[in-house]
């Protein structure tokens, strides 16, 4: 007998020559209908002819693109054209695109979006089916405040086509379909962190500048005083003149609703351009130090900057500057209004002196022989002047 064989050595051997020979003989085969093929001019690929039409009628991609700037200096002003500019011949030197339009917000906060009208005429078009796809040169000219941004966003991506963004300097474009929600939210969480940061470093420096007594604080709605083109604080005569009016009506015994109703009366507008006058405006003209040419600052504060709400200030430190300006009023009239008003505030007999029984006013003589003596309405009864008289009396009473 022959030498016994090894079953496993023989199995093995012939199951790897034969896995070995059928990869090469398929590998071989192949080969062969690839070479076949090529011979005879390969594969003729035929598209979809629904495809083709699809691809033949596609209209343009309707583009539009939002700038802003957050203040009118010059260099802002020179990046706002340049963002236009820029925009522009980038939609219009595709010919893939169609311009809709360069939607802008010049020297506008992006906080909120509510001041931002070109961003909100944008949104609505998109709502609209106007736009496909918006361009922005970065998340944080979209906006600052990561609320109002994701919102935007989740706004425009629900839309059916939804409308994408790109974010030139971050190199993004956002489309909803989630791959690029995670960075987004960073993104505008930095933008936010660094609107923040920024509105700290703008309220210190207004401090400091408090501190020196070198701020100019806004007088838009302060009327009689103006600023010149150089930014020094001006005296307007016209207005100047109503300022006066105030004092003076109030020094012969005027209360601030009868100012009010006088001023509303011969038609003169109010600060803010209304044909009516409030109590409360003649009151706060009263009350302002600016008009004897002091200042106070930080009278007012913006506690969130997300808001930019401002707030009466409770809680920070005030800065008092004394003859910051040119006054209006004289320091010595203004202080005896100050007096007045904390008198009669306190004082209901004084009160009664300056207003009786809500129909009859005392007037106070200005000049001349009689110069501050006042005069009984000849409509008073026996006695509503007895009463008066009384008053008077009691008055001066008090005062000695």
């Given at each position: ?16 020559s ?22 005879s001019?390969?594969?003729i ?15 343009k991609l309707?583009?539009?693109?939002y ?12 990046s ?24 802008q917000?010049?020297?506008?906060s ?22 496909d ?11 600052r ?28 474009t ?6 690029n929600?995670?960075l987004?939210?960073?993104?505008s ?5 660094e609107?923040q940061?920024?509105s700290?470093a ?8 408090m501190?020196?007594?070198i ?11 103006y ?6 604080l001006?005296?307007?005569p ?21 100012i009010?109703?006088?001023l509303?009366?011969q ?19 009263l009350?302002?130090e600016k ?5 106070l ?8 900057f997300?808001t930019?709400?401002?707030v009466?200030?409770t ?5 008092f500057?004394?003859?910051?300006h040119t ?6 009239d ?27 006013v ?13 005069i ?11 009463e ?7 008055t ?5």
């Open positions: 007998m022959a030498k016994p064989l090894d079953p496993k050595k023989i199995e093995s051997a012939r199951q790897y034969s896995c070995a020979e059928r990869r090469e003989q398929r590998r071989k085969l192949m080969q062969d209908e690839i070479a076949e093929n090529q011979r001019n390969g594969v690929v035929i598209p979809p002819k629904k495809l083709q039409e699809v691809q033949q009628e596609r209209p309707r583009v539009a693109a700038c802003r700037v957050s203040t009118q200096e010059e260099e802002q002003v020179g706002f054209d340049m963002q236009v500019r820029h925009f522009t011949q980038r939609i219009e030197g595709n010919p893939d695109w169609e311009l809709v339009e360069i939607y917000d010049e020297g506008i992006a906080t909120t979006v509510k001041k931002r009208l070109g961003f909100q005429k944008m949104i609505a078009d998109a709502v609209d089916g106007k736009i796809l918006i361009l922005t040169k970065s998340i944080s000219r979209f906006g405040n990561i609320v109002d941004i994701l919102d935007n966003l989740n706004v425009l991506s629900a839309l059916n086509p939804p409308v994408s963004v790109e974010f030139e300097t971050e190199h993004i956002y489309t909803g379909d989630g791959k929600n995670l987004i939210v960073l993104l969480a930095l933008a936010e962190m609107s940061q920024k700290e703008i309220k210190a420096g207004i401090r400091w500048r501190a020196e007594g701020y100019k604080f806004s007088v838009q709605n302060t009327l009689g005083f600023r010149d083109h150089f930014g020094r001006v005296i307007e016209t207005e100047a003149r109503i300022v006066e009016y105030i004092y003076e009506s109030y020094l012969e015994g005027a209360t601030p609703s009868e009010a109703a006088a509303t009366e038609g003169i507008k109010s600060p803010m351009g209304n044909d009516s006058w409030s109590v409360g405006t003649v009151r706060s003209i009350r302002n008009y004897c040419g002091d200042a600052m930080q009278k007012t504060y913006t506690k969130d997300r930019h709400k401002s009466k200030n809680d920070l430190n005030m800065y500057k004394e003859n910051h006054a209006i009023i004289k320091k010595e203004w202080l005896k209004v100050q007096k007045l008003l904390s008198e009669r505030h306190t004082s209901p007999h004084k009160a009664k002196l300056r207003f009786l029984s809500n129909r009859f005392a007037h106070r003589v200005k000049d001349g022989l009689f110069k501050g003596y006042l009984l309405d000849s409509r008073w009864s026996p006695a509503e002047r007895q008066f008289m009384k008053i008077v009396d009691d001066q009473d008090n005062t000695k």
